[in-house]
């Protein structure tokens, strides 16, 4: 696969998705063997219903613009080429600091400091549920997400944090 044809010069890719399998954690070795076994040779997506640890998603060349048309395009593995791995679980813990502080009113807003606080959660919580395309594939990615909501009080004085949902 390393071979390259001269007479069609192939492009460095300047950024590739990859989709890590779902049944257990692929470490960070698993993931730069992967790139560094791949260094300098052309490469391709592949099958998304593979066995692979690892499934190449997608490769955007140099100067890719997001409203480019999915490209299917062989590209060189290059050492600058930068490698985003999607999982498709994730999870997420946020803690919201409800403590007295919160309850001052803003000037330049006019309103309590708390209420933005879950104002800023339910865009939070919008933005994770929302399914995504990868750049440079007509695929829309739905990770599944699992969130875990504490909240902290100082004028509570509980032993451990408090759940508001999971």
């Not at 790139?35 to 060349?61: A, R, T, Y």
């Amino acid at each position: 696969m390393a071979h390259q044809d001269s007479s069609h010069p192939v492009e460095g890719a300047e950024q590739i998705y990859l989709l890590m399998k779902e049944d257990y954690r692929i470490s960070r070795n698993v993931r730069l063997a992967w790139f560094i076994g791949k260094l300098n040779q052309v490469i391709l997506p592949s099958s998304l219903n593979s066995d692979n640890e690892l499934d190449l998603l997608s490769i955007l060349p140099k100067g890719w613009q997001p409203d480019s048309h999915p490209t299917l395009s062989p590209c060189m593995l290059l050492p600058s080429t930068r490698a985003t791995f999607l999982a498709r679980r994730y999870r997420f813990i946020i803690e919201l600091d409800l403590s007295p502080s919160t309850s001052i009113v803003e000037d330049s807003t006019g309103e309590m400091i708390f209420d933005e606080v879950f104002h800023a959660l339910s865009r939070c919580l919008t933005g994770l549920s929302l399914p995504f395309k990868v750049p440079g594939t007509d695929q829309l990615f739905k990770p599944k997400i699992f969130i875990t909501i504490l909240a902290y009080s100082s004028i509570i004085g509980l032993a451990s944090h408090q759940v508001f949902g999971q």
